[in-house]
């Protein structure tokens, strides 16, 4: 699992990319718990996470040894045994290994019910418009945040190679800023491209932008 980007919101953690195999046990509640070796813990107890299907908490993160993986704790991975997670665990055996417990939850995406937002206060508009300044400033490509929700806004529904062959940027990396908008609910991601969210649209129809 890598940690990406994702927004601060109180008890909202970073989101976790979740292997397919994970993302969908978590889903049917057949996989309660994920083993992973890392340096350091990369999901904190309590904090909640995206899965691409789910939002999932983890209730609980403890170091172990392989010694201790129960064939039970091995089956609750998605595995018939020990010996299996074992073999499909990642990284340096030297490592510290990790038991988390996941619980999916039955509600949605907060930046989904951000995005959803189609009315923005003045006060609102401007909060937007000091974030995506300091995300500007913040960057070493300098002022971006515009210039890509321009583009999305004008190319919706427009493959991302294409929209950041536009502005001379690699894909990968214009992917990332974009997730960055999606974070505070200023785009919607499309089987192919983006589109403004109705939060997005207000912002840029309340004219903020150009003050800031």
Known sequence: MDV?????SVGYSRQ?????????????GSVTLAFRRWRRPQVVAGHDYRTQLDMVRAEAIDQVTPA?????QATAAGYTDV?????????DHELPLYRIRFRRLDEPDPRDTLA???TLTDAEADSIAAR?????????RGPWTAAILGQIASKPAVSSEFLAQAI???RAEFKVHVRRLKALGLTISLDVGYRLSPRGQAYLASGASAKS
């Open 68 to 72: 201790e993986i129960t064939r039970s």
């Open 4 to 8: 990406l980007e994702a927004p601060g």
């Open 132 to 140: 995506l300044a300091r995300m500007d400033a913040a960057s070493r």
């Open 168 to 170: 001379g940027w690699e």
């Open 16 to 28: 976790v990319l979740f292997e397919q195999r994970l993302r969908e046990g978590l889903h049917d």
């Open 116 to 118: 959803a937002t189609a």
């Open 83 to 91: 010996a299996a997670l074992l073999a499909d665990l990642r990284g």
